[in-house]
């Protein structure tokens, strides 16, 4: 009758993966999934079988599933990223507009905020003297010192320039100065 324990073999290999876990640095989730799931399937699979060839097939099999759950965190990772620059600087930022030129444009109004949220959405939401209110939802995105604001049937680019808390954009003939409030 086999003994049921753990081999030399076994523990030497379950020791090396955590050694290497521990000692190396790895630049993707991607590689540490991988290192991370080999040294707890290589344990899983000295518990399971006590000899070698079940430490290194939980040390293989450990290995593609931290793999594959590393690369799609580093893929979310990246897609997040490449979100936050299409909506900065201005996403998850609010700012109070001070003035419209020329105001007789616009109708008239006691409050207007504009959210610019991490999604890709504008709200503006405004208060006219009479207390009521108007919520608009449009979709922006920024290229370089362009913002750029759309809803179905229209488009406007605006030029724009933040100096500190205050932000000047223009587009057609008209010019709005905000000022930050968060």
């Given at each position: 009758?086999?003994?049921?324990?753990?081999?030399?073999?076994?523990?030497?290999?379950?020791?090396?993966?955590?050694?290497?876990?521990?000692?190396?640095?790895?630049?993707?989730?991607?590689?540490?999934?991988?290192?991370?799931?080999?040294?707890?399937g290589?344990?899983?699979?000295q518990?399971?079988?006590?000899?070698t060839?079940?430490?290194?097939?939980?040390?293989?099999?450990?290995?593609?599933?931290?793999?594959?759950?590393?690369?799609?965190?580093?893929?979310?990772?990246a897609?997040?990223?490449?979100?936050?620059?299409?909506?900065?600087?201005?996403?998850?930022t609010?700012?109070?507009?001070?003035?419209?030129?020329p105001?007789?444009?616009?109708?008239?109004?006691?409050?207007?905020?504009?959210?610019?949220?991490?999604?890709?959405?504008?709200?503006?939401?405004?208060?006219y003297?009479?207390k009521?209110?108007?919520?608009?939802?449009?979709?922006?995105?920024?290229?370089?010192?362009?913002?750029?604001?759309n809803?179905?049937?229209?488009?406007?680019?605006?030029?724009?320039?933040?100096?500190?808390?205050?932000?000047?954009?223009?587009?057609?003939?008209?010019?709005?100065?905000?000022?930050?409030?968060?």
């Amino acid at each position: 009758m086999k003994k049921k324990g753990f081999t030399a073999a076994g523990i030497f290999i379950v020791l090396a993966c955590f050694s290497a876990f521990f000692a190396v640095g790895c630049a993707t989730q991607a590689r540490t999934g991988a290192l991370t799931g080999s040294g707890i399937g290589a344990l899983a699979g000295q518990i399971i079988g006590h000899n070698t060839t079940s430490t290194l097939i939980g040390a293989g099999i450990g290995t593609g599933i931290g793999y594959v759950i590393g690369n799609e965190m580093d893929k979310s990772k990246a897609a997040k990223q490449k979100i936050a620059k299409t909506y900065a600087p201005l996403g998850g930022t609010s700012w109070k507009v001070v003035s419209i030129v020329p105001a007789k444009k616009v109708p008239k109004f006691t409050s207007k905020i504009v959210e610019f949220r991490n999604d890709g959405h504008v709200v503006t939401t405004t208060v006219y003297p009479d207390k009521s209110k108007d919520v608009t939802n449009e979709n922006y995105r920024v290229t370089g010192n362009t913002l750029i604001v759309n809803r179905k049937g229209y488009l406007v680019n605006y030029k724009y320039q933040i100096n500190g808390s205050t932000m000047v954009a223009r587009a057609d003939k008209i010019r709005v100065t905000l000022k930050r409030l968060k």
